[in-house]
């Protein structure tokens, strides 16, 4: 990007962050995309086509911060790899890179870069949740060394999204795809049973999100409100293209990872059953074992297909 463009955008930036003092919960600048941007080159394994990968509710509640972008570049990767990483140590490179402005304000495809430049850190080894914190605590430049390492071996690029097809085959390929857009008034309050978030009312600001599943029904987007927005964090889009979206992208899955690996992080300790069979399932440190039915526990359960358990070790007892 050159000088001129530059001054130009962070005119704009200062521009929406004074306009929307007050704001809440969201956190994204107006999108510019990039010529030079990787194409997605289409998934590669089918293993999630009959399945859901966000069975975990990992939510980022992300307070009073505007740091949507982070929370939702962060739970994508989370979710998609079937182990958790820390929102709070993407926050902090953004903020000691000067890719954040405000309390946590910054443009879509800077989590991108923390992704593709510094990779991300286990959750484990800094817990991102908010508590009492200023932002100013929560974005403080206190990674260690040690920490930059380990972070820097989940080192991942990104790939853009021409459409809604293309982003069908990402999910159904295990992949969770980013996009972000007008955030409505209407959007606040999504209505049950299926939650949909309408272009109703009137544009509040522009808000990060990140899209866990599709079905019939539209897209499933995991929100960064928290547990207590919509169905338990989670509410639906008609569409993710046209008047109001930006672009859509992916991030790369992790290559030391296979998909099966994947699963099994995905649906640790769950109850499973599998069509055609009245066996009872779960899957704990990397294998699958039968549970006797009426086990506690078994009421909340998760259909696998045969071809997936079948490749878990221990499987044959299918």
Same mark, same amino acid.
């Not at 049950?192 to 599943?213: N, R, S």
């Given at each position: 990007? *050159?000088?001129?463009?530059?001054?130009?955008? &962070?005119?704009?930036?200062n521009v929406v962050l004074?306009?929307? %003092?007050?704001?809440v919960n969201a956190g994204l600048f107006p999108h510019r995309t990039d010529p030079q941007d990787w194409p997605f080159l289409g998934a590669n394994r089918t293993y999630f086509a009959d399945i859901n990968i966000a069975t975990k509710l990992w939510v980022f509640d992300q307070e009073e911060f505007n740091c949507c972008v982070f929370a939702a570049g962060v739970m994508a990767v989370s979710y998609q790899e079937g182990k958790r990483f820390s929102v709070k140590f993407a926050v902090?490179?953004?903020?000691?890179?000067?890719?954040?402005?405000?309390n946590g304000w910054s443009y879509l %495809?800077?989590?991108?870069?923390?992704?593709?430049?510094?990779?991300?850190?286990?959750?484990?080894?800094?817990?991102d949740e908010v508590g009492d914190q200023s932002f100013e605590e929560y974005s403080k430049w206190d990674v260690t060394a040690?920490?930059?390492?380990?972070?820097?071996?989940?080192?991942?690029?990104?790939r853009?999204?021409?459409?809604?097809? &293309?982003?069908?085959?990402?999910i159904r390929g295990g992949y969770c795809v980013l996009s972000g857009g007008d955030w409505w008034s209407e959007m606040n309050d999504p209505k049950?049973?299926?939650?949909?978030? &309408?272009?109703?009312?009137?544009?509040?600001?522009?808000?990060?999100?990140?899209?866990?599943?599709?079905d019939?029904?539209?897209?499933? *987007?995991?929100?960064?409100?928290?547990?207590?927005?919509?169905?338990?964090?989670?509410?639906?889009? %008609?569409?993710?293209?046209g008047k109001g979206r930006f672009t859509l992208y992916v991030i790369d899955k992790q290559k030391d990872r296979r998909d099966i690996d994947r699963v099994m992080s995905v649906y640790e300790n769950q109850m499973i059953r599998c069509e055609g069979s009245d066996k009872w399932f779960t899957i704990k440190d990397g294998r699958v074992y039968e549970i006797p039915a009426g086990t506690p526990g078994t009421d909340t359960f998760y259909y696998l297909p045969k071809s997936v358990i079948l490749s878990i070790p221990g499987g044959e007892a299918l």
């Open positions: 990007m *050159n000088i001129f463009n530059k001054a130009y955008w &962070e005119i704009v930036n004074l306009k929307n %003092r007050g704001i902090k490179v953004a903020m000691y890179r000067g890719w954040i402005k405000g %495809r800077a989590v991108l870069k923390v992704w593709e430049e510094y990779g991300g850190l286990d959750y484990a080894d800094m817990p040690e920490q930059l390492e380990k972070a820097k071996k989940n080192c991942v690029n990104y853009i999204i021409k459409n809604e097809a &293309e982003a069908r085959e990402a049950g049973p299926d939650f949909y978030l &309408e272009q109703k009312g009137y544009v509040i600001t522009a808000h990060m999100t990140v899209l866990t599943g599709c019939d029904k539209g897209w499933i *987007n995991t929100q960064t409100f928290g547990k207590d927005f919509a169905d338990q964090g989670k509410a639906r889009f %008609r569409s993710i293209v």
